[in-house]
């Protein structure tokens, strides 16, 4: 092992793995998102700086879009050892992939590490049934992005605090012309759009189940599929949203063209890069909005973890990348797109250097993240959700309506 990887395993205590040098000429495949967080390049260098501490290693990484990522790693898990070994999985997937065995429980590689070290909000990623089947690496929350110019030409002194707030700001800026939609979001139907439904809902204080009875069709879930539709129909809102996932959301935001934007971390560092955007230095960023009486911040948890897959026959070595990718020196060095899972990050001036007020939006948005539904089932029910919350969003159903059909064919999957 070198002494580089060395130091980085010992900082998480895997003692147990202090002795192993992996052998000559051995080969990892790992599945990775190419989209958000850390860019494919960011996943491309942390490898290869693996590689180079590990001589006769290589890994072969592929990037898919989040779209594909679940499907990819649920059919590996039938190709067995020829399958990934290291697989990226969201927040909301351990519950399926526990009882399905795709992914390895790794709860007893742990039983020396400080937990406290790392948020909690992240260990809810990896997480299930009081077993821990990865580690957190991506930590992430969408933040409300603004066009501080924009603003001052409205003359709206400080960004909003509330929901109703960011409606009446938008309709200012849109009366005064400064752009015909203030607002995009991703809410196509896919996953996109139930992240900022559950952000809209843990603002208005609502939940989705009672027990075991889906309920989204009552409380705060139905305000915040109310508020979604109101905004398209006031022209607040870019129609487009309807279609848009979130790196459309960068583009039409970091082109000047809408004022406020809600989107994950790494927003901020592509919104600020020259090549990327016409807003440079233009970009403000608090935590998404909440409720008056209800809440004063919303946000949910959109971390990810890494995990060993069942199939792999090289764990060892696998969680050995894992915990490489995952230590604080390599997330303190890459963490502009993708913020640190490890609390003593954020007393580093490197790692918050150019970022202060994304990291300070971090604090208080960490702190509150609030989980989509944590069932088994739980890709059919945001396959049900997307397409009843799109109903809604195109005018077919009655947000109330749309979100009845919804908890109806909830119950029938519970």
Do not use: H
Request: glycine content about 8%; hydrophobic content about 45%.
């Amino acid at each position: 092992m070198g002494k580089g990887a060395a130091g980085l395993v010992a900082g998480l205590a895997m003692t147990a793995l202090a002795g192993m040098s992996p052998a000559a000429a051995e080969t990892l495949n790992a599945l990775f998102m190419a989209q958000a967080a850390y860019s494919d390049a960011d996943v491309k260098a942390m490898t290869a700086a693996f590689e180079k501490d590990n001589p006769g290693v290589t890994v072969n990484v592929e990037f898919v879009p989040y779209e594909a990522l679940y499907d990819k790693i649920v059919a590996s898990k039938a190709a067995g050892g020829s399958g990934y070994d290291v697989v990226l999985y969201d927040v909301i997937w351990p519950a399926a992939f526990a009882q399905n065995g795709v992914l390895v429980d790794v709860t007893n590689r742990l039983k020396d590490m400080d937990r406290s070290k790392v948020f909690d909000g992240a260990w809810a990623t990896v997480n299930y049934d009081g077993k821990t089947y990865g580690l957190p690496w991506i930590l992430d929350t969408k933040y409300l992005f603004y066009n501080t110019e924009m603003l001052q030409k409205a003359g709206i002194a400080e960004p909003p605090k509330t929901w109703d707030e960011l409606a009446k700001d938008a309709k200012i800026i849109k009366d005064k012309g400064i752009t015909q939609y203030p607002i995009v979001w991703s809410w196509s139907q896919a996953e996109a759009v139930i992240c900022d439904y559950v952000t809209l809902t843990a603002a208005y204080g609502g939940k989705f189940f009672d027990g075991t009875t889906p309920v989204f069709d009552k409380g705060g879930s139905l305000d915040a599929v109310n508020y979604m539709a109101q905004s398209l129909k006031d022209g607040l809102s870019n129609p487009n949203s309807k279609e848009y996932l979130e790196e459309d959301v960068r583009k039409v935001f970091s082109a000047g063209d809408a004022a406020f934007a809600l989107n994950w971390t790494y927003m901020y560092a592509k919104a600020n890069d020259p090549a990327e955007s016409k807003v440079v230095g233009k970009v403000g960023v608090v935590p998404a909005p909440g409720v008056d009486g209800k809440s004063k911040a919303s946000a949910v948890n959109g971390s990810m973890g890494l995990g060993i897959t069942a199939g792999s026959s090289k764990p060892d070595l696998a969680w050995k990348y894992i915990t490489y990718l995952t230590s604080k020196p390599v997330q303190d060095q890459y963490a502009k797109l993708s913020l640190p899972i490890w609390k003593a990050s954020y007393a580093d001036a490197a790692v918050t250097k150019g970022q202060e007020s994304l990291v300070k939006a971090a604090d208080t948005s960490i702190g509150i993240m609030t989980s989509r539904p944590t069932v088994v089932s739980y890709q059919e029910l945001s396959t049900i959700l997307q397409a009843q919350i799109q109903n809604a969003l195109a005018g077919k159903a009655s947000p109330a309506d749309a979100l009845a059909a919804a908890a109806k064919d909830a119950a029938r999957i519970r």
